[in-house]
């Protein structure tokens, strides 16, 4: 069953998960109504066993990845193959996503800007340092009415 993310920030609601097209790439964002949530497929990671890929539905064969230069979350399609990838697996840890490389959880969690309280374009800070992280619930797409 595809996969929807909820949100909330400093315990206060921050929507869902939506996506948006930002010149070339598409990015992630907060504060989006129910009905504009992006879906998800999780596709198993086999590195470690609560992890996942997250498949953009909509997107062929994109994914929910971490811009390398800029930290600003956005769905990356793979060259190759899934596996050969530098895509990130995603994790729910304490109720945040975090990032996960070559089987390790980066401590990188989808987060809110650091530097302007009013975006809504969603990041993978640092849960130390950068901080914003934001606190997701992983449901099911079809329940959400």
Not at 16 to 21: F, I, L, P, T, V
Not at 38 to 43: D, H, I, N, R, S
Not at 103 to 118: E, I, L, N
Not at 120 to 127: A, E, P, R, W
Request: charged letters at 25%; proline letters at 2%.
């Amino acid at each position: 069953m595809n996969k929807i993310i909820k949100l909330s920030y400093e315990g206060k609601d921050f929507g869902y998960m939506g996506m948006k097209k930002n010149g070339n790439m598409h990015v992630f964002y907060g504060g989006a109504d129910k009905s504009d949530a992006v879906e998800f497929k999780q596709v198993e990671y086999p590195k470690r066993s609560n992890a996942y890929y997250y498949e953009v539905v909509k997107v062929n064969k994109h994914y929910l990845d971490i811009k390398a230069t800029s930290s600003v979350l956005f769905a990356d399609k793979p060259s190759i193959s899934l596996a050969m990838s530098s895509i990130v697996a995603w994790e729910e840890v304490d109720g945040e996503l975090h990032a996960i490389i070559s089987g390790k959880d980066t401590t990188k969690a989808v987060s809110r800007s650091a530097a302007d309280p009013d975006s809504t374009t969603l990041y993978g800070n640092l849960t130390f340092g950068d901080g914003n992280a934001c606190k997701v619930k992983i449901l099911d797409a079809e329940k959400v009415s």
